[in-house]
């Protein structure tokens, strides 16, 4: 462990750079099936409990792609939450997955440039012609990725192998057991690694648990039609005040 400085990005230099988070890198096998071949460094971060410890706590906030190194000062960094009685209790542990943030090798597809004509394509045209357009980018997309990354990368960052980092990461933290946070996508980890590790289960909360049987269409679809009720009962409230 040491300071988080070397591991900030952009938006994290002020909160990773306060003493009460200390910082590590946790290296795995990149192919769990070749645990003797090349390796894949993952970023930790820890705030460390500040009474009577019962073990730690590890989070992540989803994505899939999102930090967990950056979610914990996100969650606890100022005001009551750095006093709360989770971070009494508990080291609170964000790890950035493999391809993800502080991880290396890091998965990064598109060049600054690229990721702006990105942005500008809507995508929007449900025409044949609009379908095929899409389809086509996203065989480029996938192209780049594999040419940018690496194939050997790309087949090793599934689900399954980030479960049995968080197995990894347990031992390493001293834990005979996991006790894991996880929101959105991280409902899925936090499942997967409860399927593959039973036994290692201390505690589990997933927040916007995900349907493990549902196709990623009929995901995308049903959480569309969330959005829309959200905003629907959003706007009625507005459209009832005054100010």
Known sequence: W???ASFAGPDDRTSFSEKRYDCARLEVPLDYANPEGRTAQLGVLRLKATGGKIG???INPGG???SGMSAVPSLFGTGEGADGPLPKRFDVIGLDPRGVGASTPTIDCLTDGEWEVERGDLDVDPSPAGVAQTEDENRQYAQR?????????LANVGTRDAARDLDVLRAALGDAKLTYLGFSYGTRLGSTYAEDFPQNVRALVLD???DPSQTTVDRSVAQAAGFQQAFDAFAADCAKQRN
Do not use: N
């Open 2 to 4: 040491g300071p988080c």
């Open 56 to 58: 730690s706590l590890v």
């Open 64 to 66: 899939p792609g999102a």
């Open 145 to 153: 990725c594999t040419d940018r990354i690496g194939a050997d990368v």
């Open 208 to 210: 916007g648990a995900l």
